[in-house]
């Protein structure tokens, strides 16, 4: 009788399921690709075999930074074409969106991608360099927004972390961009190694501007101690700004880092992202400046979250 009731309860639990193990939800599956800066002094040397290699990396597509190497956009289109890679995104110059947008319109007809950046603000137009320049940047991105959004593309604005600098009011930069500007002209790129090196819990971002964040550009990093300087004259990309520090700062490949990669994927999949893209700036100490490296491991990250 003992093992009746056992046996009976042990199929009581099969057919209800336990509600101490709840089972865990798939996460919506979206495309990934890689911002192509990640590797940029290999596509420099080698625009179709750089390519070539993030496609077997399992990458669905690509977003390009403005510079194609000598190649037409025509050119590129095809490459892209013959290797099974969407085009998805172009990160375009300040200067070249600001005042040359009849060439960016052009270029990426051609090139055929279907989101245009707005990549970085040039230092006198950030909110905590100057308040008021950084409100009249923001209005001329509106501006381009409406042309961007009259040639069938969608305007992203992709941060660092010196958007999130308060303004006088204490209102965040980052929320002043997208506060102030319509939905159908400028939506985010979310860069969450920027937002969260900021002090901002990126997967928190994301659910704040559901649906209004197509793109979410996964980068992680390594922070130990406090920096006293700009993260990128740290590590050697911008000597401008040069100081010293006690702290470290490292780019690292996804899940290697600080970052709640996982948390980011459940928040981009919950709040409608069409696109996971990878980017890690610099390749980590370990990968003696192997750039693809880096990629690659963020691949199989992902794969193994079950998105590649």
Known sequence: MKRIIILSLM???????????PAQEPVRKMPVGVQLYSVRTDLAQDFYGTLKKVSEMGYQGVEFYGEYYGHTP?????????????????HVPFDQLMNDIDKVIEENTIIGVQYIVFPYMDTPSRPGVDPEKFKETVARIAEA????????????????????????????????????????????????????????NPAERIVKYAGRTPVVHMKDYYLEGKLSGDPYALIGIDSSNATESEGKFEFRPLGEGVVDIPAVIKAAAESGARWICVEQDEPSAADEGDRFAGIARSAQYLREKGLL
């Open 74 to 90: 025509t050119e590129v289109k095809r490459m892209c074409a013959e290797l099974g890679l969407i085009p998805f995104s172009n």
């Open 145 to 200: 927004g409406t042309r961007v959004n009259e040639a069938g593309f969608i305007l992203l604005y992709h941060n660092h972390d010196f958007e999130f600098a308060p303004l006088p009011d204490g209102t965040p930069g980052h929320d002043f961009i997208f506060d102030t500007t319509p939905e159908d002209l400028v939506q985010m790129e979310l860069d969450v190694c920027w937002a969260d090196f900021a002090g901002f």
């Open 11 to 21: 199929a009581a639990v099969l057919l209800t399921g336990c509600k101490q193990c």
